[in-house]
């Protein structure tokens, strides 16, 4: 258990590539979808009014991303971690799945460096 513990930062990195790919991924599909351009305006009306369902994972993501916001605002502070801002950077350019990830392996790697 305690190997798990010790490289858990492996689990965060694998977090990172598969949320940011699969992002990526679809966003993409959605540009080829609408020739090319990607529809802004249709992105929030389907994530905010096609059903109750898509309302429901809407709220659980910006609460989500809200709090792990913070966390890295306060947290990478705390740590003194350099340049924190650039996780907060590619959280909107590329995904909070991506973002959020990466600063949770940055973070571990940073307290090995303090133990």
Not at 8 to 22: I, P
Not at 26 to 37: D, F, K, P, R, V
Not at 70 to 79: A, D, K, N, P, S
Not at 81 to 89: D, H, R, T
């Amino acid at each position: 258990m305690k190997t798990i513990a010790n490289n858990k930062h492996y689990f965060y990195f694998l977090l990172m590539v598969f949320g940011g790919g699969f992002t990526f991924y679809y966003a993409i599909l959605g540009i080829m979808e609408h020739n090319g351009h990607f529809d802004s305006q249709e992105f929030i009306i389907s994530t905010w009014t096609d059903n109750l369902y898509a309302k429901s994972i809407t709220f659980d993501f910006w609460t989500g991303v809200i709090a792990g916001t913070f966390f890295i605002l306060i947290e990478g502070i705390r740590l003194q971690m350099k340049k924190i801002w650039i996780y907060l950077f590619l959280t909107i350019c590329i995904a909070f799945a991506f973002g959020f990830p990466l600063f949770l392996f940055m973070r571990e790697l940073t307290l090995k460096k303090l133990k």
